[in-house]
């Protein structure tokens, strides 16, 4: 069954009221094509919208990365991958992937200690299907799928979000890439939502917008 892609568009509409536009992108998922066609999809829809900034008025200068769970990881590729050209592939090949932003809401880094860290094995298959093997028995996959792999100072800033009772994804592994951020000098912001699991509706508070708001107002000159 196809994940509808439009299920929080409701949710994203007070960043319409602040002027951004909302773009829902339908990458190909874990079960339709192995890394790293999703993060090409991704970065040529990102060319597209870049390329046809003038038909949509958007800024090309003021993109944004932002999805949950296995969006969260797609959000944090791009953002640790800008100024890369090995993840272009496709149309409008003279326009850059860069987005200048990235928040991932308890988004997935290493697959391996995603997979390892998980309090249960209900989603293990996630983690194969993305690699097309399992994480542990092929180290060069893993680290390919794994933004900590790409973290530079050129990484793009970021605002990342996670639930302390999060038993999918390991808390531990967004402080990872928090940590690897600030080593590398990358502007960066983690906040730990008390008692949220995955995908809880705590993150849908007006207060977690606020943040996202108030770091998009300082970071994107």
Not at 50 to 57: D, H, L, M, P, T
Not at 65 to 86: F, I, R
């Amino acid at each position: 069954m196809d994940t509808d892609h439009n299920i929080h568009l409701p949710n994203l509409v007070d960043f319409a009221r602040h002027g951004y536009i909302v773009v829902g992108v339908e990458y190909r998922d874990s079960n339709k094509v192995q890394f790293p066609g999703q993060l090409e999809d991704a970065k040529a829809a990102i060319r597209y919208m870049r390329a046809n900034a003038k038909r949509f008025q958007a800024d090309p200068n003021r993109f944004i990365a932002m999805g949950e769970s296995a969006g969260g990881h797609m959000a944090s590729m791009l953002g640790v991958t800008n100024g890369l050209n090995q993840f272009d592939k496709g149309t409008n090949l003279d326009y850059s992937s860069d987005v200048q932003v990235a928040v991932p809401f308890y988004g997935v880094v290493d697959p391996l200690t995603a997979k390892n860290g998980s309090a249960s094995n209900d989603f293990d298959f996630v983690y194969r299907n993305l690699l097309g093997a399992e994480p542990e028995n092929d180290p060069e996959l893993d680290s390919a799928a794994n933004p900590l792999t790409y973290v530079n100072s050129n990484s793009t800033p970021f605002l990342i979000f996670h639930g302390t009772e999060d038993v999918i994804v390991p808390i531990k592994d967004s402080e990872k890439l928090y940590d690897a951020l600030v080593e590398n000098n990358v502007p960066a912001e983690l906040y730990e939502i008390e008692g949220a699991g995955h995908m809880d509706v705590k993150f849908l508070q007006p207060q977690v917008f606020k943040i996202v708001l108030d770091f998009l107002d300082k970071y994107l000159n």
